[in-house]
């Protein structure tokens, strides 16, 4: 053998070399079949899904429907007051003995019971106004009698119409109930026995929008600016197919919604204007921190502030990894907040002891926390800087402040939007500018006569068709 060639490898370095590399190749076949299953996943949610947020994890023990023992109070269907019996049937013992032991039986009173049910479907209520008609010996004009439940235009081909109520009916199940448009006419039809058609539904909301709906809507709009602390949120809509925003404002009994192009501070200063003297409650969205809404006090959500910190810790963007004291500042300021929502809930509840000194405490720990300085991490110095000039603002802790009015989170505008988001998916949001309108004014004259807990949703949009007017505060 040439002592110049280099010595053969020996068999105990081949076969560690051939295990190194069949490691290597189960390694490298395990992450091409992730990357492979993770194409998949992201193709096919591109694609229309039946439950497109599903996580397709079952749980292994799913909760049994239901109350919890210990959670809530124990309720159950209470019993209708007499006045409301519409039939009583007397229900004798028949039995001469006792089933169980034949022994005699003697009366030990009377239980009643009830059954609540639909009535048979009531003749619909037909007003015919027999209108005396003239006509000119000079002219040949007509002159028609005029009642003041009759429309002016009331004539010929439109003589025959719908009522008030039946309207504010199908109008509330639409824009209330989110039932389609397609499916009003089936419903009305099989429940109140009267026909109408999906043109007429549309066209009776655009023209109640030009008018006394449209009226209610705009003194909604003013009335809001007057309330002492107001939420929005916004999500996402269309008109004719284009990309559009639907806003919500809400306070505690008054609720308005409204659909832009755009969301910038100009929409949101035309419901809350710059001179706001109430308190805004907001998300972290950039347009409400223009210096046009800078005298508007705010409360930012802790619950969005809360979701940030726990991705900073979790999920680190950019491969960044807080680790040791680089986690201290989300820990923190996690447990700062916390303890502060506790107090406003103690506070409400009435167990908060020492309510102002606990407040002062939580507002100088959280100063101090969120003052300036040199911290480690990008995702910390991202927050320090945000959150920090938000707290110099006044914007985190207000609702230690105002206690009464200002809540710590979003939640109630985020409830309130809820309903327009299963619209959304429901309908496909609006074909026009002007139905988009329609929608906004309807959904806040319903939203705010169900906060205000009027007796009658019905008669209460039976009295804005006609006289323009929401009833007052309860």
């Given at each position: 053998?040439?002592?110049?060639?280099?010595?053969?490898?020996?068999?105990?370095?081949?076969?560690?070399?051939?295990?190194?590399?069949?490691?290597?190749?189960?390694?490298?076949?395990?992450?091409?079949?992730?990357?492979?299953?993770?194409?998949?996943?992201?193709?096919?949610?591109?694609?229309?899904?039946?439950?497109?947020?599903?996580?397709?994890?079952?749980?292994?023990?799913?909760?049994?429907?239901?109350?919890?023992?210990?959670?809530?109070?124990?309720?159950?269907?209470?019993?209708?007051?007499?006045?409301?019996?519409?039939?009583?049937?007397?229900?004798?013992?028949?039995?001469?003995?006792?089933?169980?032991?034949?022994?005699?039986?003697?009366?030990?009173?009377?239980?009643?019971?009830?059954?609540?049910?639909?009535?048979?479907?009531?003749?619909?209520?037909?007003?015919?106004?027999?209108?005396?008609?003239?006509?000119?010996?000079?002219?040949?004009?007509?002159?028609?009698?005029?009642?003041?439940?009759?429309?002016?235009?009331?004539?010929?081909?439109?003589?025959?119409?719908?009522?008030?109520?039946?309207?504010?009916?199908?109008?509330?199940?639409?824009?209330?109930?989110?039932?389609?448009?397609?499916?009003?006419?089936?419903?009305?039809?099989?429940?109140?026995?009267?026909?109408?058609?999906?043109?007429?539904?549309?066209?009776?909301?655009?023209?109640?929008?030009?008018?006394?709906?449209?009226?209610?809507?705009?003194?909604?709009?003013?009335?809001?600016?007057?309330?002492?602390?107001?939420?929005?949120?916004?999500?996402?809509?269309?008109?004719?197919?284009?990309?559009?925003?639907?806003?919500?404002?809400?306070?505690?009994?008054?609720s308005v919604f409204q659909i832009r192009r755009q969301h910038r501070n100009d929409e949101v200063r035309e419901v809350i204007p710059g001179d706001y003297a109430g308190t805004l409650g907001?998300?972290?969205?950039?347009?409400?921190?223009?210096?046009?809404?800078?005298?508007?006090?705010?409360?930012?959500?802790?619950?969005?502030?809360?979701?940030?910190?726990?991705?900073?810790l979790e999920k680190p963007a950019l491969g960044e990894r807080l680790v040791g004291r680089g986690r201290h500042f989300c820990r923190r300021l996690k447990q700062l907040l916390r303890e502060?929502?506790?107090?406003?809930?103690?506070?409400?509840?009435?167990?908060?002891?020492?309510?102002?000194?606990?407040?002062?405490?939580?507002?100088?720990?959280?100063?101090?926390?969120?003052?300036?300085?040199?911290?480690?991490?990008?995702?910390?110095?991202?927050?320090?800087?945000?959150?920090?000039?938000?707290?110099?603002?006044?914007?985190?802790?207000?609702?230690?402040?105002?206690p009464d009015t200002v809540e710590p989170t979003n939640n109630r505008s985020e409830r309130g939007l809820r309903p327009a988001v299963i619209a959304r998916k429901v309908s496909h949001c609006?074909?026009?500018?002007?139905?988009?309108?329609?929608?906004?004014?309807?959904?806040?004259?319903?939203?705010?006569?169900?906060?205000?807990?009027?007796?009658?949703?019905?008669?209460?949009?039976?009295?804005?068709?006609?006289?323009?007017?929401?009833?007052?505060?309860?």
């Amino acid at each position: 053998m040439d002592p110049s060639q280099p010595k053969p490898p020996s068999y105990e370095a081949l076969a560690a070399e051939n295990a190194l590399l069949r490691q290597q190749v189960a390694e490298l076949t395990e992450k091409l079949a992730a990357a492979l299953a993770e194409n998949e996943r992201l193709r096919r949610s591109g694609k229309r899904q039946a439950t497109p947020f599903s996580k397709e994890k079952r749980a292994a023990q799913p909760k049994r429907p239901g109350r919890r023992r210990g959670q809530g109070p124990f309720t159950r269907r209470l019993a209708p007051p007499p006045e409301s019996y519409t039939r009583q049937v007397a229900v004798p013992v028949t039995e001469t003995a006792c089933p169980e032991c034949a022994g005699e039986l003697v009366p030990a009173g009377v239980e009643t019971v009830t059954i609540t049910d639909l009535p048979a479907p009531p003749p619909l209520e037909v007003t015919a106004y027999h209108l005396e008609t003239c006509c000119c010996a000079a002219c040949g004009r007509r002159v028609w009698g005029t009642h003041p439940e009759v429309p002016a235009d009331q004539r010929g081909a439109t003589a025959h119409r719908i009522g008030p109520r039946a309207w504010a009916l199908a109008h509330w199940l639409h824009y209330r109930m989110g039932l389609p448009v397609r499916k009003l006419p089936a419903v009305l039809g099989t429940v109140a026995g009267f026909a109408i058609t999906q043109g007429a539904l549309t066209q009776d909301a655009l023209r109640r929008t030009r008018g006394r709906v449209g009226e209610a809507y705009q003194a909604l709009r003013q009335e809001l600016a007057q309330e002492p602390a107001v939420g929005t949120d916004d999500t996402g809509w269309k008109v004719g197919g284009v990309t559009a925003f639907l806003m919500g404002f809400f306070s505690r009994l008054t609720s308005v919604f409204q659909i832009r192009r755009q969301h910038r501070n100009d929409e949101v200063r035309e419901v809350i204007p710059g001179d706001y003297a109430g308190t805004l409650g907001t998300d972290r969205g950039r347009s409400y921190d223009a210096r046009a809404l800078a005298g508007v006090k705010q409360q930012k959500c802790l619950a969005h502030i809360q979701r940030s910190l726990t991705e900073a810790l979790e999920k680190p963007a950019l491969g960044e990894r807080l680790v040791g004291r680089g986690r201290h500042f989300c820990r923190r300021l996690k447990q700062l907040l916390r303890e502060a929502t506790a107090l406003w809930e103690a506070y409400h509840t009435g167990t908060a002891e020492a309510f102002a000194a606990e407040r002062e405490r939580l507002l100088a720990a959280v100063t101090e926390h969120l003052r300036e300085r040199p911290i480690r991490g990008e995702a910390n110095r991202r927050l320090l800087s945000e959150l920090g000039w938000q707290h110099r603002q006044g914007h985190l802790l207000r609702f230690l402040d105002e206690p009464d009015t200002v809540e710590p989170t979003n939640n109630r505008s985020e409830r309130g939007l809820r309903p327009a988001v299963i619209a959304r998916k429901v309908s496909h949001c609006s074909k026009t500018w002007e139905g988009a309108h329609a929608h906004a004014a309807f959904t806040s004259l319903f939203c705010t006569l169900g906060q205000r807990g009027v007796p009658s949703v019905l008669e209460a949009a039976v009295e804005v068709f006609r006289t323009g007017r929401l009833p007052g505060r309860p």
